[in-house]
């Protein structure tokens, strides 16, 4: 039996690829004779490259940058030949960021764009990047000013390209920008389908999980809008550009960057549709399966590409009460790891017990159907 393994990462527990190693410790305890094949993927969020690094064999390497407080530091990506992958995450993510200064107006994306020039400089010609679990809501001008635009308020003065700098932009020059080669391809892997502003925006959407209050979210959000109705409307009506606060919209108008399916670009890059023809089993899985996670999110996004009659399982943290009945697309069954009512801090620490044992039982009951 060929069970395909290519779950997503848990959030706050464990990165894709020790879920995938948890499951299949798991199946083989019940089937040792199974050729079980691990593909950890990632929709676009936190989690995504690593999930690709591990399938695909990708180096990493480290580039110096300008930090979210303005320091500089290492920053990490992924590269294989021309093609380099990198997560906003790895500069600004959440995590990163100690709770006292979680400010998303203050924190500095500028070494996102400051990385691009540096890999198109080492001669990559396919950038990746997840935009995903960012703490910055500033609208996409820290990727400007990474590029090398400059912005100014009324009295000639150069401001830091922070959200805060939003309400005094009055001009800007493009004296110092560097221009994205032609040949060069920026893909954004995106998990949402969020726009920059408004009600469902960057700012209303994500704005409270950075720590900005919601009494300043209608503020900034139209800050963000009148940036944009002067540098790029288009911006406006592009579904994603709201993803990573904003910064896929910088991506998108000042680095020419496209957004695509986080999920359907990584199932592309490990050749998914070639490893799973064969296969007798797929086995997805997420921290929390819910409503969302049926609009492109890593679970049914694999569900959709296994090939008719090939059942798929997950096995998640938790399951959400607004599921819909099963099957849905290829999914068949979804299972719970979670053992017993306990604190939330030790099911996060224990997940790759739970998920082992959860494994195990469905080896077990797949092994009957095999005798």
């Known amino acids: 039996m060929k069970i395909v393994i290519a779950p997503d990462s848990f959030k706050e527990s464990l990165p894709a690829s020790e879920v995938a190693k948890a499951i299949k410790r798991g199946l083989k305890k019940a089937l040792p004779e199974s050729k079980c094949l691990l593909l950890p993927v990632g929709d676009g969020g936190e989690g995504t490259v690593d999930a690709i690094k591990n399938s695909l064999g990708l180096v990493e390497k480290t580039a110096l940058v300008t930090g979210p407080f303005g320091d ?6 992924v590269q294989k030949g021309e093609l380099a992958l990198f997560e906003v995450a790895y500069l600004v993510g959440l995590a990163k960021i100690p709770i006292e200064k979680r400010n998303p107006l203050k924190i ?12 198109i400089e080492q001669g990559m010609k396919e950038i990746y990047i997840g935009v995903g ?65 408004g009600i ?17 979210f209608q503020d900034v959000d139209i800050a963000i809008e009148n940036f944009y109705r002067k540098v790029a409307p288009e911006m406006l009506k592009l579904d994603g550009a709201g993803a990573g606060g904003g910064i896929a919209a910088g991506l998108c108008a000042f680095a020419g960057a496209e957004i695509v399916s986080g999920i359907q670009t990584c199932l592309d890059l490990i050749n998914f549709d070639e490893q799973v023809a064969d296969a007798d089993l797929v086995i997805v899985g997420e921290g929390r399966l819910d409503s969302q996670s049926l609009s492109g999110k890593a679970p049914i996004g694999v569900a959709k590409r296994t090939p008719n009659g090939v059942p798929v399982i997950a096995i998640c943290g938790s399951l959400s009460e607004d599921l819909p009945p099963l099957p849905y697309e290829n999914l068949v069954a979804a299972f719970s790891i979670l ?16 998920l082992e044992d959860t494994a195990a039982n469905i080896g077990q009951i797949l092994a009957l159907k095999k005798n």
Not at 146 to 172: C, P, V
Request: hydrophobic letters at 35%; one cysteine or more; glycine letters at 12%.
């Open 200 to 216: 469902n925006g960057a700012t209303y959407t994500f704005g409270k999980q950075k720590g900005l209050e919601p009494a300043k």
């Open 133 to 197: 679990g960012t703490s910055s809501n500033d609208g996409g001008i820290g990727i400007a000013s990474g590029l090398g635009y400059q912005f100014y308020d009324k009295n000639g003065d150069e401001l830091l390209a922070i959200g805060q700098s939003l309400f005094e932009i009055t001009d800007i020059s493009k004296e110092k920008v560097i221009s994205i080669p032609s040949d060069v391809r920026i893909k954004i892997l995106a998990d949402v389908t969020n726009p920059l502003c």
């Open 72 to 77: 500089e530091i290492q920053m990490t990506y």
């Open 339 to 354: 053992e017993k009512s306990e604190p939330l801090e030790d099911s996060l620490k224990n997940a790759a017990i739970y």
């Open 108 to 119: 500095q994306t500028k070494g996102i764009g400051q990385l691009i020039l540096y890999l």
